[in-house]
């Protein structure tokens, strides 16, 4: 077949016959296994989905754990080492730590000042002003916006001769100083990253916490403002518990989405003694270096350490998270 765009269509179509083919077959199967008619036919729809979790996330997911116990170049077959890549990782590869301690301090430090950011942004659309479907649709620009494009963006602005230097010029020659150099001194990778993420307060984040605030009862903060409450009372005593399973759950995902935090560290250089991104660090051990199976190692090292910061943080919600079903129920 010489046309390759009718090969790739006869190969959709074999691939949709065969898995209508198995759907009917897993309907059969449970049917005469008595299994009811409506739970037959529910299995046979999500078998699709069932097959391409299984395929396409649980196996690489279980296979890339293998790898990390192996020496995997990709032209050659693994090879079992053990431990060998998890003990080269803790205790010879000297860009490791620094990449952790980066990936962690950004974390730690961003995303609660993200969610500070957004829910300051969320109060001030919350309010009904002339105009403020506009203001609402600006502020979410930034969001939809190209993340390769955001990076490149921000790498002009804090280049030596970027914006951010042209503004801050009065000020060094006033201090009689150089120009900051924010990406090539590992003094200030951090900052520059962290003042990179205040891009993401304009976004998905801010949508949640401002239909969290319009959910707010308005009784609840009358009834407040009638006893003698002031603005701030009411807002730290009402309004945010009764949207802190919104916060909670920006919270997690800030924390998911900074440790992998991949796009912008990767088209921004930084000195290797300053570490780098532990996602760009697994894109560049296995892309770049063909050390696929101390890759696997180090990303398997990531996913722990999201772990244990995702339960720190739901431990830590029980103290301040607020469920009113919950409440009603006891």
Do not use: H
């Not at 860009?95 to 990936?103: E, K």
């Not at 088209?267 to 290797?272: E, K």
């Not at 660090?281 to 296995?286: A, E, F, L, P, S």
Request: net charge positive; charged share 10%.
């Amino acid at each position: 077949m010489s046309n390759p765009y009718l090969y790739t269509l006869v190969r959709w179509v074999a691939v949709g016959v065969g898995m209508l083919l198995l759907m009917l077959l897993t309907y059969g199967l449970l049917r005469a296994f008595r299994a009811r008619r409506s739970t037959a036919a529910g299995y046979a729809l999500i078998l699709p989905w069932l097959l391409g979790l299984i395929i396409w996330q649980l196996f690489p997911i279980l296979y890339s754990l293998y790898l990390s116990f192996t020496a995997y170049d990709v032209l050659t077959p693994p090879r079992w080492v053990g431990l060998k890549n998890y003990i080269d990782m803790f205790t010879r590869d000297t860009r490791f730590w620094p990449s952790v301690r980066l990936t962690v301090l950004y974390s730690v430090i961003s995303v609660p000042l993200g969610v500070l950011g957004a829910l300051g942004t969320a109060s001030l659309l919350a309010r009904e002003v002339r105009g403020i479907g506009f203001w609402r649709t600006l502020y979410y620009v930034p969001a939809v916006l190209p993340a390769a494009a955001t990076a490149l963006l921000w790498r002009w602005m804090f280049a030596s001769r970027g914006l951010i230097n042209s503004l801050l010029s009065p000020v060094y020659r006033l201090l009689n100083m150089e120009p900051l150099s924010w990406f090539s001194d590992e003094r200030l990778v951090l900052p520059s990253f962290i003042i990179m993420s205040f891009w993401g307060v304009f976004g998905a984040n801010t949508v949640i916490l401002l239909a969290a605030l319009k959910n707010v009862p308005k009784e609840l903060k009358e009834a407040a403002l009638v006893d003698g409450a002031g603005p701030w009372t009411v807002f730290s005593r009402i309004t945010v518990p009764m949207i802190s399973p919104a916060l909670l759950y920006v919270t997690i995902m800030g924390v998911i989405g900074a440790m992998q935090n991949f796009t912008a560290p990767l088209f921004i250089a930084t000195p290797s003694s300053a570490g780098t991104f532990l996602n760009v660090y697994v894109y560049q051990q296995g892309f770049t270096q063909f050390k696929m199976g101390y890759a696997s190692a180090v990303a398997w090292f990531l996913m722990v350490l999201i772990l244990i910061l995702t339960a720190i943080v739901w431990k830590w919600s029980d103290a301040y998270v607020y469920y009113e079903g919950e409440l009603r129920q006891r």
